[in-house]
């Protein structure tokens, strides 16, 4: 899912805040509570016939699938939300709204921020005893608070081709300098810089490419994951669809679930999209996204 824009306040830390009308104060709450009736609406028929869940006491041994957007993440949620004892909570909309701000705060406050909000859907949702499966991208950026907060956690980390990435960003065209609309967060979509930009490329960030710009997105967000070092599974987009079987046992053992469900879950996965750049990236498009990706391509053997 598209990416959000970084809280644009112009206010430090340090500074005075502006103060906020009553007016203000109402459309934030009215949006607010629309992000968590929408999340929640979602997650509370996923549940299924789960009910003796909720006699269950909180289970804390939380799932985030990170990743780049359009790395699988989406499919690898799904898949292990629908073993039993678990449930997809998909995107949490407030915590994806909230993120931006979120990564610029202090670790414990970060931490705190992330686990709030998805307590809140997970309590309101009636899902608290289950283990709860998270598939917000950008939560790459406050993983290292998010681990930290959740102490029973496990993050699953999705790695694709950096290539195939640029050409699936380009045909949803949420980067492009010519795409409009908005994402469920409520953010635009566009060739602004979005918060994981280095602050002083903000600028360069919006005149370059647009494939240089989704080349742009896929590095950052794997270098943010990647700093994370504990409890953390690396799988490869390229082996779950050739060989679901071995990736699928390999991470039952992580999640210390029988492999059978998961093998099942994942034996869905196909390979059509492997290698696409190929046909669809032009020699153009190709040589911007490894100016800008080239040295992580390289690392994680990819060229």
């Known amino acids: 899912m598209e990416v959000t824009r970084a809280h644009e306040s112009g206010t430090s830390r340090a500074e ?143 790695i694709r081709d950096g290539r195939d990435v640029v050409s699936s960003l380009l045909e949803r065209g949420w980067l492009r300098q010519d795409h409009g609309g908005r994402d469920d967060a409520k953010q635009p979509y566009g060739a602004y810089a979005r918060f994981w930009v280095e602050p002083e490329l903000a600028q360069t960030f919006e005149t370059v490419s647009d494939a240089r710009r989704a080349a742009w997105a896929w590095r950052r967000y794997v270098e943010a994951v990647r700093k994370q070092t504990e409890r953390v599974v690396e799988v490869r987009y390229e082996q779950l669809v050739t ?29 059509d999209s492997v290698g696409r750049y190929h046909a669809e990236l032009t020699a153009e498009e190709l040589a911007d996204v490894e100016a800008e990706a080239g040295g992580l391509l390289d690392e994680l053997g990819y060229v």
Not at 27 to 37: D, G, K, P, Q, V
Request: aromatic share 6%.
């Open 16 to 158: 005075e805040p502006a103060p906020v009308s009553t007016g203000q104060s109402v459309r934030r709450a009215l949006w607010s509570a629309s992000f968590y009736a929408a999340t929640v609406s979602r997650v509370l028929p996923r549940a299924g016939l789960q009910t003796r869940h909720r006699m269950r006491p909180r289970d804390e041994r939380t799932v985030f699938v990170v990743g780049s957007p359009r790395s699988g993440t989406s499919f690898m949620a799904r898949s292990i939300g629908s073993l039993p004892g678990f449930v997809d909570l998909g995107e949490v909309t407030p915590l994806k709204a909230a993120i931006p701000e979120l990564a610029t705060a202090p670790d414990g406050e970060a931490g705190h921020g992330v686990r709030r909000r998805l307590e809140r859907v997970r309590t309101f949702a009636l899902v608290s005893g289950l283990r709860s499966v998270e598939q917000t991208p950008e939560l790459a950026f406050v993983l290292p608070a998010t681990m930290r907060a959740y102490p029973q956690g496990l993050a699953v980390h999705m």
């Open 243 to 271: 060989d679901s079987k071995a990736v699928a046992e390999d991470l039952a053992g992580r999640l210390d679930v029988p492999p059978e469900p998961l093998v099942e879950a994942l034996a869905s996965a196909h390979s």
